[in-house]
């Protein structure tokens, strides 16, 4: 069956990295594209940007642009998403999830568990 | 701000057919497949319906989605206790070339 586990919970001070792992079990890891998208306490999805495991190529959000980086480990069928120069904003649960490796299918049919990041100094 | 604009709420009484709309642009609804996610009550969203009517395997036929031109509709037909979550509808963004959400709409089942 399909799996995707995430990380444990985080605590960081603004200014700080943090780096969620998602690891994935159950089917061909690198026959799907691998998405983040977060959500912010009582705010709705907010989707941060995608990897393909095969080529190991990314697309981010604009507003993540220069912060977010998107990295697989084909080995051990495991994504990363980190996220640098954190703000108390940036306080929110962090999903993976996985899509088809086509650009405009968002079939998100598989999600991680969500893993609770919170920034405060 | 969200790219796609769903209503905030919603509500309905057991029985019911309630619907949620889903309105966006030429760049995102008007030319990919639209998406519906239900998500209950701190749990990871679910897949409600995929490329615009499909559900998948496990969804009850009372869930059903439509398109027309750049907005998009979800139907829940013989409303349920269980059917209260928040439903957010989605698309990829030809012009963003991003994945946007709507806001998010909050189902009451009274």
């Known amino acids: 069956q399909v799996q995707l586990v995430q990380s444990g919970a985080e605590v960081k001070k603004p200014g700080a990295s943090v780096k969620v792992s998602c690891k994935a079990s159950?089917?061909?890891?690198?026959?799907?594209?691998m998405y983040w998208v977060r959500q912010a306490p009582g705010q709705g999805l907010e989707w941060m940007g995608r990897?393909?495991?095969?080529?190991?190529?990314?697309n981010s959000a604009q507003n993540f642009q220069g912060r977010v980086t998107m990295t697989r480990d084909t080995s051990i069928s495991t994504a990363y998403m980190e996220l640098s120069r954190l703000r108390s904003d940036d306080t929110a649960v962090y999903y993976c999830t996985r899509g088809p490796n086509r650009d405009d299918y968002i079939d998100f049919d598989y999600w991680g568990q969500g893993t609770l990041v919170t920034v405060s100094s | 701000q969200s790219v796609l604009t769903q209503p905030p709420s919603a509500s309905g009484t057991p029985g019911q057919r309630v619907t949620i709309s889903c309105s966006g642009s030429?760049?995102?609804?008007?030319?990919?497949?639209v998406y519906w996610y239900q998500q209950l009550p701190r749990t990871a969203p679910k897949l409600l319906i995929y490329?615009?009517?499909q559900r998948p395997s496990g969804v009850p036929d009372r869930f059903s989605g439509s398109k027309s031109g750049t907005s998009a509709s979800l139907a829940i037909s013989g409303l349920r206790s269980e059917d209260e979550a928040d439903y957010y509808c989605?698309?990829?963004?030809?012009?963003?070339?991003?994945?946007?959400f709507g806001g998010g709409t909050k189902l009451t089942v009274l």
């Open positions: 030429s760049s995102n609804i008007g030319s990919n497949y």
């Open positions: 990897i393909n495991p095969n080529s190991g190529g990314t």
């Open positions: 159950g089917y061909t890891f690198t026959g799907y594209y």
């Open positions: 989605a698309a990829w963004d030809d012009s963003l070339s991003a994945v946007v």
């Open positions: 490329r615009n009517d």
